[in-house]
């Protein structure tokens, strides 16, 4: 029997192993199966070159668990190892400045291992001892089964030993604080996640049945990975339900894709895989992590982020390349000039795939848009080069559910909205609904209005507002119908001053009083047949609230109050009979309060003109301090005039009812004050 040290150039690399990789311990099963898989493809190409002449057999690498005696055993019937083989490349792990290596990567797990070439050592993470009995394929020509042996220390003992077959077993006696993993479920668990695609085929154990009610074993192989997956084939061997099929193996909760992607590419880089577009419509991260990356079919990782780029990771699916290391650390992935490429490549196989559908069938696309439409907008908000393309086949929906490309929806508004300056209006809604009676208001003007209810359509329309030349984004409800789109049309007669303000006075005080939100109230002619009272809410500042639930950084908007006009209508015969009806009512008290208004007015106009010119120096005292004081009489009279309009309001119910039906048609009226309208409307009735 030899002994001897492990050859390593650290005291004991094995706390190292243990301390560095400890969060990723699960992955020494499928480093040793990848090992096992690995002997077992080389001496298949060793028989296909003819180097190797014996029956190659069944070929299934083996796992086995054996809880009683706390052990984990993966067979292979490969290449296995002679002596030399055991000594040169287990043994003999060293390498110059490997202390300055482990301490420039101590806290990246995955580069130790892959540089290092460590996979076998990763059994460490979780077995106390580990054992290897192997016998080379050329035993025959006098190799001998050896068993090496080693507790976790740099010592290992090396002897000959009995065994009939080629090939190798390891042996992990499990330490006491990884039991989980002599948990069958946790290593079925393990190896599906980790193996389920490997080429060679891998049995854990045996396939169990019911019977006598119990589960009992059979005498089938309980094999966990399909070794020839769809994206190993080529597409024209392959059938719609065999891509679905492979979907709904990878997702089994999942919607049915809407479609996919074949990737296959040699030059410059060697990638393949499938990509699946899944119905999306929200909730972005939750469907993030669904793309499963391989390395010749070996399971690396499912967060592919700096692989893919962002918004591709909306994708499912799989992508496998060898040229992408086993173990990759993050900073390897952000800077490595292939996978660099790669990501270019997927993102152009995306657009051009898109693009394909749109161009072959339309009316698919449009179908399918709802679904596309997040995915599509984050790319093309995240990503210049995918902006560029797709804003060919990106489609516009409108409120009569018709669909337009960005260039088919121009040629459609720009002789009806454009405004005075040449700006071309695009107005949109974000609720059927709740913004019915403004969109009905924008058709009747002969208006188109978008339907852009999506998750991102704020900050597409932010960004389409700077792509697009000489073009606003206007929601429908932001404005009066007549001033979404300002051509100075001819308008009503507008009441005089003296009168607006009446009748501003008159809804101002009755408005209710709401966290958060201001109502400014205006009266303008909109016509005898337009609505008595509109409330609109200005586009920049919503937009800037919608900004900031989405966006750091912009939580100074989200805290500022919502701010609505409320729109008057002064032509309609509601509003003129409220009106009328206050001046007369309130006449006796109003007269004397506008006559001193009248007069303090005039004797300010008087002292403001006598003042006109005159630094301030130059100004008596006397002649500032009365301006002053009629400045404030003036503000006096007006109070009392808006108390005396409010004291007449308050005990009107039609004042009281056009506000809340303005409020009730934008979803702002709740609680008791939606009582006190319903009990209202029957008394009226």
């Given at each position: 029997m030899q002994k001897g040290n492990i050859g390593v150039t650290t005291e004991n690399i094995f706390p190292i192993i243990k301390k560095f990789l400890y969060s990723d311990h699960e992955i020494f099963l499928r480093e040793l199966v990848s090992n096992a898989v690995d002997a077992t493809q080389k001496l298949k190409t060793l028989a296909a070159t003819g180097d190797f002449k014996g029956e190659l057999g069944d070929l299934t690498v083996r796992v086995k668990v054996d809880k009683e005696n706390g052990t984990i055993t993966i067979s292979d019937r490969g290449l296995g190892m002679t002596a030399e083989e055991i000594d040169k490349y287990i043994n003999q792990i060293a390498f110059s400045g490997a202390n300055d290596f482990l301490e420039k990567y101590k806290d990246d797990a995955n580069a130790i291992i892959g540089h290092f070439g460590l996979g076998f050592y990763s059994a460490f993470m979780v077995a106390k001892t580990v054992d290897i009995v192997t016998l080379s394929y050329s035993y025959k020509e006098g190799a001998k089964a050896v068993k090496w042996s080693c507790d976790g220390s740099p010592e290992f003992t090396l002897e000959e030993t009995e065994r009939s077959d080629r090939g190798t077993d390891i042996i992990l006696h499990v330490d006491e604080d990884c039991k989980e993993f002599l948990e069958e479920s946790r290593l079925q668990g393990l190896l599906t996640k980790y193996c389920h695609f490997l080429a060679v085929p891998v049995a854990f154990g045996k396939k169990k049945e019911w019977k006598d009610g119990k589960q009992v074993e059979t005498d089938e192989d309980n094999l966990i990975n399909d070794t020839c997956p769809i994206w190993t084939k080529k597409p024209s061997d392959l059938k719609e339900e065999d891509y679905k099929k492979f979907y709904r193996d990878l997702y089994p909760m999942a919607d049915e894709p809407l479609f996919w992607i074949h990737l296959n590419v040699d030059y410059p880089f060697n990638l393949t895989g499938v990509l699946y577009f899944p119905k999306i419509k929200s909730n972005i991260d939750l469907q993030r992590n669904k793309i499963q990356l391989y390395c010749n079919q070996v399971y690396v990782t499912d967060s592919v982020e700096g692989i893919v780029p962002d918004f591709l990771t909306l994708l499912h699916g799989v992508i496998d390349s060898p040229d992408i290391p086993l173990n990759v650390s993050r900073s390897y992935l952000q800077s490595d000039s292939n996978v660099k490429k790669i990501s270019t490549y997927i993102t152009k196989k995306v657009s051009d795939r898109l693009q394909s559908i749109f161009k072959n069938d339309r009316k698919e696309f449009e179908e399918k848009w709802d679904d596309l439409k997040i995915f599509i907008n984050y790319g093309m908000l995240t990503q210049e080069d995918f902006y560029e393309k797709a804003s060919k086949f990106a489609l516009f929906k409108d409120t009569d559910n018709k669909y337009y490309t960005f260039e088919e929806y121009q040629t459609l508004i720009k002789d009806n909205q454009t405004d005075k300056n040449g700006s071309l209006i695009y107005l949109y809604a974000n609720n059927l609904d709740e913004q019915y009676t403004y969109i009905d208001a924008a058709k009747n003007k002969g208006y188109n209005v978008l339907l852009m209810d999506g998750q991102l359509d704020v900050p597409m329309i932010n960004m389409l507002e700077q792509k697009f030349e000489k073009s606003h984004f206007t929601r429908v409800d932001s404005d009066i119908v007549d001033r979404l789109i300002v051509k100075e049309d001819q308008k009503g007669e507008e009441l005089p001053h003296d009168k607006q303000e009446v009748?501003?006075?008159?809804?101002?005080?009755?408005?209710?009083?709401?966290?958060?939100?201001?109502?400014?109230?205006?009266?303008?002619?909109?016509?005898?047949?337009?609505?008595?009272?509109?409330?609109?809410?200005?586009?920049?500042?919503?937009?800037?609230?919608?900004?900031?639930?989405?966006?750091?950084?912009?939580?100074?908007?989200?805290?500022?109050?919502?701010m609505f006009n409320l729109v008057l209508n002064s032509d309609h015969r509601l509003i003129k009979q409220v009106l009328s009806d206050a001046e007369t009512a309130c006449a006796e008290k109003l007269v004397p309060v506008e006559s001193e208004i009248a007069m303090l007015t005039l004797r300010r106009n008087e002292l403001q003109k006598a003042q006109e010119g005159k630094k301030d120096e130059e100004i008596p005292t006397a002649e500032k301090d009365e301006l002053s004081d009629v400045e404030k009489k003036i503000e006096a009279q007006k109070t009392e005039k808006e108390n005396i309009l409010n004291g007449y309001a308050a005990g009107n119910k039609v004042v009281h009812q056009l506000i809340d039906l303005a409020l009730l048609q934008n979803n702002m009226l709740k609680g008791e004050a939606l009582t006190n309208f319903v009990k209202r409307s029957v008394e009226m009735i």
């Open positions: 009748l501003s006075s008159l809804f101002k005080g009755q408005m209710p009083k709401v966290k958060k939100t201001e109502f400014h109230v205006e009266a303008h002619a909109l016509g005898e047949n337009n609505a008595p009272i509109v409330i609109t809410q200005a586009e920049y500042m919503r937009r800037m609230k919608d900004m900031a639930s989405i966006q750091p950084g912009m939580s100074f908007y989200g805290e500022m109050p919502d």
